[in-house]
């Protein structure tokens, strides 16, 4: 990954060492927003503050990275800063650190704005870069990357169980010193695209729509893949959001017990992103999206009637077949508009994050009207938005020629 004077080369074949330098930064950054959500227990006892107030604490963080990200990804499409990328760590570890030492709730959100901020540049500037590097294939390197952020992701209850629980919410400060080694991999992973861009585009310039959609047909698909999108990610934050309160309030288990639950969850969801992306390569990514969608089903209807240990096991399930959608979605997305990949992924991501703020907030307010066991009865039904998958293109294969217009 290190540079050199002589002229650079495209990426042939798969760059392995860019693709985990920038999955094992996804893990860094991802580990230390997760930190975050992890908290909302002690954060609701500390601050006195409602369920719904929780959920604003994550749309404070989701709704910044939502509506950075596509802008950041389509600037970076138009005027590549490959240098901007490192310092996406900063600003994740400076809202981790603001966090920890907020002595009020303003400022406490204030911190988490600044945690989404980070997110906003590293995610559409990584995926830019994995994507270069993957040799074509788009499936495993995106996979690549999501695991390492969805490693993070599940690290995060498993550091507040036994370290913040421990020491208070100011050991929060010490991940930030993630942020630092985070920057330093960066900075290299950034040299590399630096020094590979510019080859390849002479080697491959700016890729030719080649799948025959029309503009129509493209504008559809992309709303379809956003309504997937949002089925997967309402239900994913009212796990990372609300999960350990409904473990503690239905059946009566410690923070500690509840947080090793949520852990299983995203790990789970680690394993699953690992799987999506190459078997997408290999089958297709549309019948990927089909499986992981509806396959989810059974499991989320079963879970809010299931005792404490088959509870474990729904998830962990759920957790397993929702997660191998994302990968398969972003690089659809992307192959449906292949100019734009950076505005792409940035939508992806940024919508993903929008959406989860937004629902967080609402998820917080059914709990406080309705009680949070209502929050599980009401999001088991969301797996059945994967039916829009059926207006789907097949990019398998050639569709029929679309007649000027």
Request: charged share 10%; hydrophobic share 55%.
């Amino acid at each position: 990954m290190t540079t050199t004077t002589k002229p650079a080369v495209a990426a042939a074949t798969t760059v392995f060492p860019v693709l985990f330098a920038a999955s094992f930064c996804h893990l860094l950054n991802d580990q230390m927003q997760a930190l975050l959500p992890a908290l909302y227990p002690q954060i609701k006892a500390e601050f006195h503050i409602s369920y719904s107030q929780v959920g604003f604490v994550t749309l404070a963080y989701q709704i910044v990275a939502s509506l950075c990200q596509p802008l950041m990804g389509a600037v970076g499409d138009r005027w590549p800063v490959p240098r901007l990328l490192p310092f996406a760590m900063i600003f994740t570890g400076l809202g981790l650190i603001a966090v920890a030492y907020a002595p009020t709730y303003p400022l406490l959100l204030a911190g988490a704005a600044f945690l989404g901020l980070g997110s906003a540049i590293f995610h559409p500037e990584s995926s830019r870069v994995v994507r270069l590097a993957s040799g074509g294939r788009h499936g495993l390197a995106q996979s690549m990357f999501q695991v390492g952020g969805n490693v993070g992701s599940s690290l995060g209850p498993l550091m507040a169980a036994f370290v913040v629980l421990a020491f208070g919410r100011t050991s929060l400060a010490w991940f930030s010193a993630a942020a630092l080694i985070g920057f330093s991999v960066l900075w290299r992973v950034s040299s590399w695209h630096v020094s590979h861009r510019a080859q390849a585009k002479l080697s491959a310039p700016a890729k030719a729509v080649t799948h025959g959609l029309s503009k129509h047909q493209v504008a559809r698909s992309m709303g379809v893949l956003l309504v997937l999108i949002f089925s997967k990610y309402v239900y994913l934050v009212s796990i990372s959001s609300f999960f350990t309160f409904y473990l503690i309030e239905k059946f009566n288990v410690s923070v500690r017990s509840a947080q090793l639950h949520v852990f299983a969850f995203l790990a789970a969801v680690a394993a699953g992103t690992f799987v999506g992306g190459p078997i997408g390569d290999r089958i297709g990514r549309k019948r990927v999206i089909w499986v992981s969608i509806l396959g989810m089903l059974p499991f989320t209807l079963l879970m809010p009637h299931a005792s404490l240990a088959w509870t474990g096991v729904l998830s962990v399930l759920v957790g397993l077949f929702m997660a191998s959608a994302f990968p398969a979605i972003v690089v659809f997305a992307q192959e449906l508009m292949p100019k734009n990949v950076g505005m792409v992924a940035g939508m992806m991501f940024g919508f993903s994050f929008g959406i989860s703020g937004i629902s967080a907030a609402a998820l917080g307010k059914l709990a406080d009207i309705a009680g949070i066991e209502t929050v599980y009865q009401v999001c088991a039904f969301l797996p059945l938005l994967g039916l829009a998958a059926i207006l789907l293109p097949d990019l398998r294969r050639p569709p029929p020629a679309v007649e000027p217009r």
